[in-house]
């Protein structure tokens, strides 16, 4: 079984899907054998690399509400990642371009540690939802790599360039292709999809048809 996901790291609820399906595949015990194609989609590549605009600003600006109502709809959307035992604080969050977030997850995986990948990820989603560190911040992604154990040299020498950003485009011309409706979107085995962050059982369901030969 193959999935791609194209996701942003700045996307709560791609943040969400993931979770609900990599539980889902420990619990179908599919984990191990099943490896999970990040596909880079950027929610707003127009964003900025610095900014003094706060998440309910941005918010409020691009669905039209008051700051009132954003805030409210922010805080439900930390109460919709708790359902899937996420703790995050979407209001503190900073509104800035992940396109230098997602170029070193393209690097990582040209490593073909899919471990390796899941904890860059991770740690990703935690410095843009639960830290509310400036994702765009050179020097906050290369402390943040060598957390997980990469050299900072590698890393500031990758984010002091342009390497990768052809892949991420190349994914996100591949999202506009196929249509894609809205981020996160799960295709299993190139003809399953699930779109947007669905309950746990719909990942259950569908990963049950496929191992099944139903797909």
Known sequence: ????????????????????????????????????????????????????????????KNHKLTKDQALVQLQKIDYFAATADLTIKMENAIPVNTLAAHRLIKYVETLNDQSLLMQTINQLYQLYFVANDPIANYDVLTSAMTKIGFDATKITSILNSNKYEDKVRKDERQAFMI??????????????????????EVFVEALKKVKQGKD
């Open 1 to 60: 079984m193959e999935i791609k996901y194209w996701a942003d790291i700045a996307c709560p609820y791609c943040y969400v899907g993931i979770t609900r399906l990599r539980k889902a595949l420990n619990e179908l015990k599919l984990a191990d054998k099943t490896p999970l194609q990040f596909m880079s989609f950027q929610l707003d590549p127009t964003l900025p690399t610095v900014t003094k605009l706060t998440m309910v600003d941005y918010y409020a």
């Open 179 to 200: 249509g894609m409706p809205s981020a996160p979107l799960f295709v299993i085995n190139n003809k399953y999809s699930i779109t947007g962050a669905q309950p746990y």
